[in-house]
């Protein structure tokens, strides 16, 4: 017998009605009051909480920045354009939150977690709040273990451990965001989750930095939050702290994680642009007073745990930009005060073709010395040390005069080093590859070698020693340690290949 259409809706009609409850219904229901460039006034919604989500009644989210007694100025989270004086805005009573977990591993997503390349949806293991408290004082271990970046420079001067923060600061166009994707494809082949926040920076520098991770780097194990400078100012604004919970979790975890922030100085205009608009006080330099406090809540939450919580570790690299190398300003200021050391990149250091172009003065790594892999630190000695001085000796050298021959050794042995520290960008190097260039070095077995050949005996290191070394590369890849006959096997191929490039009489 054939259904009656008008007898089905009727009784789907019906069960809808039975199962509604007729009861009176709160809502905290505002009024937007004003609006532009991205922040919102809101008034009537005299209940709601600091960094609440609020909802408008053309579908668009923000949250509440600033709670004045009057109004509620609300930092948006998607497009303007179709928000009006005189909308409704209803309160959640929750707070702005993103997905975290497994799934987002191998993704590009926005501040939101709402994905960006195209891949479906995300499949996180929950959601958690992108304001979440420091681990204390008692929940915190040593820092003991290194995070090999690959990047011989800083592996070997100002080497940095698990659950460290390190600013990376210079100018515009020194190399700064090269140096940190470095770092995160060094880890390809280790046990860290990286996690690359990008912050008002251009799409296509963006698009060179996934490039350079999805061609030489483990992709499968990073995540990539994008909030490009076209993004709402709010998005821009919340980047970092949604990246950071989703490194939390990994450290939560008991598995470590590296986040890497790009860059804290244009959040740091983000952070003033919205207090100006939400007629916050400015204070030196335009900046809020609060915008020390930001980014120490925020740098705050990178940290090793305890073997009572699990162990894991949350190490981050935050970016920050100077003018003219000026590392007094307000903001590099604030950040080195709050991390635990920076590598200060040299704009002249850049531009005569030192890359990377680390100034081996000002940088300092405050933890990291005692993370250093005992190899590597044994292979190294004295190089920060006599590459100090060489540095010193070659400015006085300029004025003229022939140096006498301990002097003259001293120069040659520093152009070496500084040869040796160069480096292509987006070639890390192992730390077996660290540890044998260091030991050529250090055993003057380069002194010969003239220092435009220097580039060529590094280029062709690691595949020296795949073919002629590998039982001695593996023994330090899986202990970072290597026996005394094993030594010796490697300062006798170092020496080998050296002559091959050495100065015939």
């Known amino acids: 017998m054939p259904r009656d259409p008008e007898t089905d809706w009727l009784s789907a009609a019906q069960q809808t009605l039975d199962a509604l409850t007729l009861a009176p219904r709160a809502a905290h229901r505002g009024r937007v009051e004003e609006i532009g460039d991205g922040v919102a006034m809101i008034s ?17 989210t923000g949250f509440a920045r600033v709670l004045d007694p009057d109004q509620i ?16 805005v209803y ?16 993704r590009i997503v926005d501040p939101l977690g709402r994905p960006l390349d195209g891949k479906g949806a995300i499949t996180a293991d929950t959601r958690m709040p992108i304001e979440r408290a420091a681990p204390a004082i008692i929940d915190r ?18 080497p940095l451990g698990r659950g460290q923060r390190e600013l990376i600061v210079g100018d515009h166009s020194t190399g700064k965001t090269t140096l940190a994707i470095d ?32 061609t030489a780097g483990n992709f499968d194990r990073c995540i990539v939050v994008v909030a490009s400078a076209a993004s709402a100012p709010g998005l821009q604004w919340i980047a970092p702290y949604a990246g950071m919970t989703m490194a939390e979790h990994f450290r939560d975890a008991g598995q470590h994680a590296l986040i890497v922030i790009d860059d804290l100085s244009k959040h740091a205009a983000t952070h003033r642009e919205i207090a100006l608009l939400t007629r916050q006080s400015p204070g ?58 920076q590598i200060v990149l040299d704009a002249a250091l850049f531009h005569q073709g030192q890359k990377p172009a680390v100034d081996a003065g000002l940088s300092v790594s405050r933890v990291g010395g005692k993370t250093q892999a005992k190899l ?13 001085q060489f540095l010193e000796l070659e400015v006085f050298t300029r004025f003229g005069g022939m140096p006498d021959g301990r002097v003259r050794s001293q ?14 960008q987006h070639t890390p190097f192992r730390l077996a590859d660290e540890v044998a260039l260091m030991m050529a070095v250090q055993a003057g077995l380069l002194d010969a070698v003239p220092t435009s050949a220097v580039a060529a005996f590094r280029a062709g290191l690691p595949a020296r020693l795949d073919q002629q070394a590998a039982a001695q590369v593996q023994t330090i890849t899986d202990t970072s340690t290597l026996d005394d006959a094993g030594h010796a096997h490697l300062l006798d191929l170092l020496g080998a290949y050296a002559e091959t490039f050495a100065v015939q009489p």
């Open 91 to 106: 309160g959640t009573g929750t707070v702005v939150d993103v997905p975290v977990g497994a799934g987002l591993l191998g």
């Open 141 to 158: 271990d040593l820092v003991t273990e290194p995070v090999q970046t690959g990047v011989v420079v800083v592996d070997t001067l100002f």
């Open 411 to 424: 120069l040659t042995r520093g152009a070496r080093i500084r040869e040796a520290l160069r480096q292509d």
């Open 44 to 60: 009537g919604l005299r209940d709601v909480g600091l960094d609440e989500v609020l909802h408008f009644s053309g579908g668009q």
């Open 183 to 214: 770092a995160i494809m060094a880890q390809a082949h280790s046990d860290m989750i990286c996690v690359y926040v990008a912050i008002g920076q251009k799409s296509s520098s963006v698009r060179r930095a996934i490039t350079a991770l999805q």
């Open 73 to 88: 100025g609300c930092v948006l989270l998607d497009g303007t354009t179709q928000v009006e004086a005189g909308d409704a």
């Open 284 to 341: 030196r330099e335009a900046y809020p007073g609060d915008v020390f406090y930001i980014h120490a809540r925020l740098l705050e939450r990178a940290a090793k745990l305890s073997a009572a919580l699990g162990g894991g570790s949350l190490t981050a690299l935050p970016i920050a930009e100077t003018v003219a190398g000026n590392l007094s300003d307000y903001i590099p200021t604030n950040l080195i005060s709050i991390t635990d050391g």
């Open 376 to 388: 590597l630190r044994t292979a190294a000695g004295t190089l920060r040390l006599d590459y100090a």
